[in-house]
T-cell receptor, first 115, second 116 residues
Framework: AQKVTQAQTEISVVEKEDVTLDCVYETRDTTYYLFWYKQPPSGELVFLIRRNSFDEQNEISGRYSWNFQKSTSSFNFTITASQVVDSAVYFCALSEGGATNKLIFGTGTLLAVQP | DTGVSQDPRHKITKRGQNVTFRCDPISEHNRLYWYRQTLGQGPEFLTYFQNEAQLEKSRLLSDRFSAERPKGSFSTLEIQRTEQGDSAMYLC??????????????FGPGTRLTVL
């Protein structure tokens, strides 16, 4: 069965600190896709990144970076030099592709960045 | 604005009433999804359309729920005989088949349903 676990319910940091959000997934498929979405207080989910299971290369985009490790079934997200605007709920999601590409979401991590 | 739109944004209803929500996907997006999100949880998949065909429904979608996408453009989600447990945020998302399994799903702002 597919499952995404985000063990950190809430994280609070002070501005300019680095923070890592953990994501562990379960799937039986060898081909799958991983995503991170941000949900700010306004409520609309914003896409951040996608990865397929064959691409373990880490990625950096500005202050954001992602570490994908198939050996530990993890897809962690790091924000460097956090800012107040980063405060949001962050969701990790898994898709096994197939006919629908439906997303299986974790329960999310609420990140609060204090000034 | 060319994003996914949903209407209404908020709906308060009494238990037992029927409600209908509308989703307008991004133009030319042939895939459309409905998800439900309850407080403190991630979105859960409800149903999926490719063009006008409803190709998958979750077990979460009881027989009180029905969804349509009559012309392959906008979609409606109807809940009959609402129950307090139906209170949630209902999210719509769309994507384009052409970009394959990695296609980003673009989400709308959601419709927040409160059943009294």
């Amino acid at each position: 069965a597919q499952k995404v676990t985000q063990a950190q319910t809430e994280i609070s940091v002070v501005e300019k600190e680095d923070v890592t959000l953990d994501c562990v997934y379960e799937t039986r498929d060898t081909t799958y896709y991983l995503f991170w979405y941000k949900q700010p207080p306004s409520g609309e989910l914003v896409f951040l990144i996608r990865r397929n299971s064959f691409d373990e290369q880490n990625e950096i985009s500005g202050r954001y970076s992602w570490n994908f490790q198939k050996s530990t079934s993890s897809f962690n997200f790091t924000i460097t030099a956090s800012q107040v605007v980063d405060s949001a709920v962050y969701f990790c999601a898994l898709s096994e592709g197939g006919a629908t590409n439906k997303l299986i979401f974790g329960t999310g991590t609420l990140l609060a960045v204090q000034p | 604005d060319t994003g996914v739109s949903q209407d209404p944004r908020h709906k308060i209803t009494k238990r037992g009433q029927n409600v209908t929500f509308r989703c307008d996907p991004i133009s030319e997006h042939n895939r459309l999804y409905w998800y439900r999100q309850t407080l403190g949880q991630g979105p859960e998949f409800l149903t999926y359309f490719q063009n006008e065909a409803q190709l998958e429904k979750s077990r979460l979608l009881s027989d009180r729920f029905s969804a349509e996408r009559p012309k392959g453009s906008f979609s409606t989600l109807e809940i009959q005989r609402t129950e307090q447990g139906d209170s949630a945020m209902y999210l719509c998302a769309s994507s384009h088949t052409g970009t394959g399994p990695l296609a980003e799903q673009f989400f709308g702002p959601g419709t927040r349903l409160t059943v009294l």
